[in-house]
């Protein structure tokens, strides 16, 4: 069987918003492309602890950006590939991905992914696949957590 595939998505997951701005969550401004971002304080920890049992690949409107920018403030140890969305980027919902994700991870791979905007297409798509997939949904001011990490790594033993 296929090495599970993780997609991570930046904004909402790793990139916090929508939070009260005066209490932000851990975590560090950093400028990219002149937008500031609150990267949170935890990511890096979950998303090394998760590379050890996936392997990881961008699934986020910043594309190449996303390596370019995050693999070393989240101290990632390898690059990550990303997903090419071919300016089909819609940031209210994840629906705009799917095709790309299809392309990229095939039909027999199992597959995770982690974003803040799942919808009823997501979903849809995720039941219809016939390997094992799974949609783990965060809230964008907080991101990812202990629990999401405690519930990939629990499925990703069952997906091999």
Same mark, same amino acid.
């Given at each position: 069987m296929l090495e599970p595939l993780l997609l991570v998505d930046v904004d909402?997951?790793?990139?916090?918003?929508?939070?009260?701005?005066?209490?932000?969550?851990?975590?560090?401004?950093?400028?990219v492309d002149g937008i500031p971002h609150l990267i949170s304080a935890t990511a890096g920890d979950h998303l090394r602890t998760l590379a050890a049992a996936y392997e990881l690949a961008w699934c986020t409107g910043w594309e190449e950006k996303a390596d370019e920018h995050l693999r070393h403030?989240? @101290?990632?140890?390898?690059?990550?590939?990303?997903?090419t969305f071919d300016g089909a980027a819609s940031f209210e919902r994840a629906h705009w991905k799917? @095709? @790309?994700?299809?392309?990229?991870?095939?039909?027999k791979r199992p597959v995770a992914w982690i974003d803040d905007a799942h919808d009823e297409a997501c979903r849809g798509w995720a039941s219809a696949r016939a390997s094992p997939t799974l949609l783990v949904t965060t809230e964008p001011a907080v991101?990812?957590?202990?629990?999401?990490?405690?519930?990939?790594?629990?499925?990703?033993?069952? @997906?091999?």
């Amino acid at each position: 069987m296929l090495e599970p595939l993780l997609l991570v998505d930046v904004d909402g997951v790793i990139s916090l918003f929508g939070f009260d701005p005066s209490s932000p969550p851990p975590g560090q401004f950093v400028l990219v492309d002149g937008i500031p971002h609150l990267i949170s304080a935890t990511a890096g920890d979950h998303l090394r602890t998760l590379a050890a049992a996936y392997e990881l690949a961008w699934c986020t409107g910043w594309e190449e950006k996303a390596d370019e920018h995050l693999r070393h403030l989240l @101290a990632l140890p390898n690059s990550c590939p990303h997903l090419t969305f071919d300016g089909a980027a819609s940031f209210e919902r994840a629906h705009w991905k799917l @095709a @790309a994700i299809d392309s990229y991870a095939g039909p027999k791979r199992p597959v995770a992914w982690i974003d803040d905007a799942h919808d009823e297409a997501c979903r849809g798509w995720a039941s219809a696949r016939a390997s094992p997939t799974l949609l783990v949904t965060t809230e964008p001011a907080v991101g990812i957590t202990e629990g999401h990490v405690a519930q990939l790594l629990k499925w990703c033993q069952s @997906a091999r």
